[in-house]
């Protein structure tokens, strides 16, 4: 009887010893911590700034209501390079291939990219989220192509290939918007913001009934077109979201342009007019009417009333207006042979 409880006693620590190893599988829950190796790694270097969990963004309608502000809610946290880690990041690029100072070059500079972007938008009118994305297809290349070396800013150099890609794109895909057929919505069509904008100039409030005035189209086609308008535009002093007072402005500011990137800019303007002017005398005289007239005409003429000028059809008009397009694509093509190296196909 004695020896079974000695027996007892001595079991019963084993049993506490597997109680105690219970504590272990709390500790499994750690290792979820590894699951994005390229934002964890930026996180512990300092790149990224960690979501706050005492003040987290708002997921309200975050996507469905607007992808825009979502993205530039998530492109703010990746802070601006200073030209030593430029250097040292594009060094370890260029030598190693390293992939993940290729992914903060690319992430820390996403904001120059919308920058850029609506620049392009606000002359072009394109949808703002593909110039991005165009725009970030130009930020990888200008990354892979950095050389640190030649003590160049890299949002300097990259700016040339996100212009290059976003121009190439909207090249690609240069057309009429349809907007209807009357004169007067064409005529507010490209108009309409300028118009608005001289109105503020002046110290006026641009109401509807002045704009339809001033234009000499109704009240309502004003509104419609307005409306529309709107639609494509991106409000900046738009809050990011309903429980904050930041401004969307405040996540797309990047360094003003220094003097260089100034006069980079206004030499790029130069080359495409040139281009633009050498084009046109390629034209026959009815092309050259329908280039200025239609396409590149801020209040351009219809379908219509150019084929009752020259006695064709709207779709013949239609068939010269494409063929110009694609005449000019292939001059920009030939004549500026780096818009023509930047191809999709080499990212």
Do not use: C
């Not at 976003?166 to 690609?172: E, Q, R």
């Not at 003097?259 to 007019?273: F, S």
């Not at 494409?322 to 190296?341: G, L, S, V």
Request: without cysteine; positive net charge.
């Amino acid at each position: 009887m004695v020896q079974k409880e000695k027996k007892k006693d001595k079991a019963k620590p084993k049993a506490a010893t597997k109680a105690k190893a219970k504590p272990k599988a709390a500790t499994k829950p750690k290792a979820k911590k590894k699951k994005i190796k390229g934002s964890a790694s930026a996180v512990r270097r300092g790149y990224l700034t960690p979501v706050d969990k005492k003040n987290p963004v708002s997921t309200k309608a975050l996507v469905k209501s607007d992808p825009l502000q979502s993205y530039l809610a998530e492109i703010n946290r990746y802070r601006l390079l200073t030209r030593e880690e430029e250097k040292d990041l594009g060094t370890k690029i260029q030598q190693d291939n390293d992939s993940d100072a290729a992914y903060i070059m690319v992430t820390s500079n996403l904001r120059l990219v919308v920058k850029i972007a609506l620049d392009f938008q606000r002359i072009w009118m394109q949808n703002l989220l593909d110039l991005i994305q165009e725009g970030n297809i130009g930020l990888v290349r200008a990354v892979k192509k950095f050389d640190p070396d030649k003590n160049v800013k890299f949002s300097y150099y990259a700016s040339f290939w996100i212009k290059a890609y976003i121009l190439k794109f909207i090249m690609d895909n240069w057309r009429l918007v349809k907007i209807g057929t009357t004169q007067g919505q064409r005529k507010l069509f490209f108009r309409l913001k300028k118009e608005k904008q001289k109105l503020i100039e002046e110290g006026f409030d641009p109401r509807p009934k002045l704009l339809s005035e001033r234009m000499g189209v109704s009240e309502q086609e004003v509104v419609e077109m307005d409306q529309r308008l709107d639609g494509w535009d991106l409000s900046l002093d738009e809050p990011l979201r309903d429980d904050s007072d930041t401004e969307r402005i405040e996540f797309i500011n990047v360094e003003t342009d220094s003097t260089e990137e100034r006069v980079a800019r206004k030499e790029i303007e130069d080359i495409l007019h040139l281009r633009v002017n050498e084009f046109k005398l390629t034209l026959n005289q009815r092309e050259l009417d329908i280039f200025e007239k239609r396409i590149f005409s801020d209040d351009s003429l219809t379908l219509q009333e150019i084929g009752e000028i020259y006695s064709i059809s709207r779709e013949r008009v239609r068939q010269i207006e494409n063929n110009i397009i694609k005449k000019m694509k292939e001059y920009f093509k030939n004549e500026m042979p780096d818009f023509a190296a930047y191809d999709h196909s080499q990212v």
